[in-house]
């Protein structure tokens, strides 16, 4: 992170800008449309979104940098962009594009503090 640092429990950004460190809480889900939340394997082909929201006392808290990995059946890693979609939610779409077990872990940085991990399955076609 570029011009800025952490030190204890202080954030100090640039122009002298201090302040605290939030560790906040990390809600992760698979949604396969914007409205539909996801616990079935997603069908082979479809587009997914990681969604990540942060918060503090149940307030949303936006943080200075969120990244996210995601790890394929084969073993491959891969580190898609993330965009923040509104205070304290950000989210990548990736594609269902092999069948199996993927991993994904979603971590933030800066003034907040949280990570998670989770996993979702993609089915194989009947075809």
Do not use: H, K
Not at 85 to 102: C, D, F, H, N
Request: proline share 7%.
């Amino acid at each position: 992170m570029y011009g800025a640092s952490a030190y204890g429990n202080t954030y100090y950004g640039g122009e002298g800008a201090v302040s605290p460190i939030i560790t906040a809480e990390l809600v992760l889900e698979i949604r396969t449309s914007p409205q539909m939340p996801s616990t079935e394997p997603i069908p082979l082909g479809n587009d997914i979104a990681i969604m990540a929201s942060f918060l503090d006392a149940d307030e949303a808290v936006e943080p200075t940098t969120v990244v996210c990995e995601i790890r394929s059946p084969q073993g491959t890693i891969s580190r898609p962009s993330v965009e923040r979609v509104s205070l304290g939610v950000w989210q990548t779409i990736v594609a269902a594009s092999l069948p199996g077990r993927w991993e994904y872990r979603v971590q933030a940085g800066g003034n907040v503090i949280a990570a998670g991990e989770s996993v979702y399955w993609v089915a194989n076609s009947s075809i």
